[in-house]
């Protein structure tokens, strides 16, 4: 027993509920979200995660929370659990700081978790400085780089701690942004400190960029070449400054933070849910307008869970434009974009080499990857 890697584990079981239906977070909101209908999707999170270390099932000890926190899906996947901590009915911020506290008594080797930039804000608070973390994100906020890229990459460091490599420690910064301000479409981020997390570039996520893109000639080249292609379809227009561009061009009004519903180059609906979506597109040719995160250089799966799996094959891979300037491009070093939209299987569908329109009749040919097989 003594010889075991012991894990702490903690799910935050509302991370993300505000995604798909439209909330922009779930911070204060949980109940809003579950009575429009979303779905928890945590702990789905935490399976893809575990599942990559399921051989290893006799050499780990799991350190965890009862219940939804953490200990339902640890025994359901047959490791050997140690229960510390008794949660309430309905879980909250506090719950997981008091399960911290609990779990980290019990010499832990890393402390993994699932949720978004609230729950790593809620750890930092009392976390030993001195713990290595790692975050499975499972949010809609994920700024901080305490996390990995999906799910599958948090499982492929606990993999290589579990084989032995050399895997070194750095300091990441937790990231947190005002929802209230977030939902309003403002984005406002603050630093909180930073954790102590495995440095694997290829596996653990950069902190997002943050500001808007200066360069609005850029912008507007690249908003005249998305109005060009518009003809009779539904176009669903995703988050983001860059997308954001094309709507301001098109003089319609715009969820900064959302996304909205065009045809003819004029407004359908705005903020939709993933059902709303799903409903309003259903056997309609539709197009699919999003970019990516900078630094980072998601394009599915963080701060879009609208766009949910249903809705990308329903449009289908040839129907979806991605828009993005040079320098958003160039800042990624190469490093392909990345769909992590929660669907393992859509992710490795939507695999391949994308036209991007990087200004007007400009385009650059760029790789969208499969992240379970770059991380692999």
């Keep these: ?222 908003a005249a070449e998305a109005i060009e292609q518009m003809e009779d379809e539904l176009f669903i227009m995703g988050s983001g400054s860059t997308v954001a561009a094309v709507m301001e061009e098109l003089g319609l009004d715009n969820t900064l933070l959302g996304v909205d519903l065009i045809q003819h180059q004029q407004l359908v609906a705005s903020d939709l849910s993933a059902a709303q979506l799903l409903a309003l597109t259903v056997n309609r040719p539709c197009k699919l307008v999003i970019t990516l995160i900078g630094g980072q250089g998601h394009i599915l799966g963080r701060g879009n869970q609208q766009l949910s799996p249903q809705l990308v094959r329903q449009v289908g891979k040839d129907n979806i434009i991605i828009l993005a300037t040079k320098t958003k491009l160039k800042a990624l070093e190469g490093r392909p974009l990345i769909v992590d939209s929660g669907d393992p299987e859509l992710d490795s569908e939507l695999c391949g080499f994308y036209k991007i329109v990087t200004g007007y009749h400009d385009y650059v040919m760029y790789q969208v990857a499969n992240p379970d097989l770059v991380t692999a």
Excluded: C, W
């Design 1 to 222: 027993m003594n010889n075991r890697f012991r894990l702490g584990l903690i799910i935050n079981p509302l991370a993300g509920l505000g995604g798909s239906v439209a909330l922009k977070g779930s911070d204060g909101v949980a109940d809003q979200a579950l009575a429009r209908g979303a779905e928890p999707k945590a702990h789905l999170r935490m399976t893809q995660a575990l599942q990559v270390v399921a051989a290893y099932q006799s050499r780990i000890e799991v350190i965890t929370a009862a219940g939804a926190m953490g200990g339902e899906l640890a025994k359901s996947l047959g490791f050997n659990v140690q229960v510390v901590y008794q949660t309430s009915v309905n879980t909250s911020a506090e719950d997981t700081q008091l399960a911290a506290k609990a779990i980290q008594q019990h010499n832990l080797d890393l402390l993994l978790f699932a949720g978004g930039d609230g729950t790593a804000r809620d750890l930092f608070d009392v976390v030993d400085e001195t713990l290595p973390v790692l975050g499975v994100p499972a949010g809609v906020k994920i700024h901080s780089g305490v996390y990995g890229i999906t799910p599958h990459a948090s499982g492929m460091v606990l993999k290589m701690l579990l084989d032995g490599e050399l895997v070194s420690l750095m300091s990441a910064d937790v990231m947190d942004i005002d929802e209230t301000a977030f939902r309003a479409g403002t984005v406002r981020a603050r630093r909180f400190g930073e954790m102590l997390v495995p440095a694997e570039p290829r596996y653990i996520q950069a902190v997002k960029m943050g500001g808007k893109e200066v360069d609005k000639l850029v912008l507007s080249d690249i």
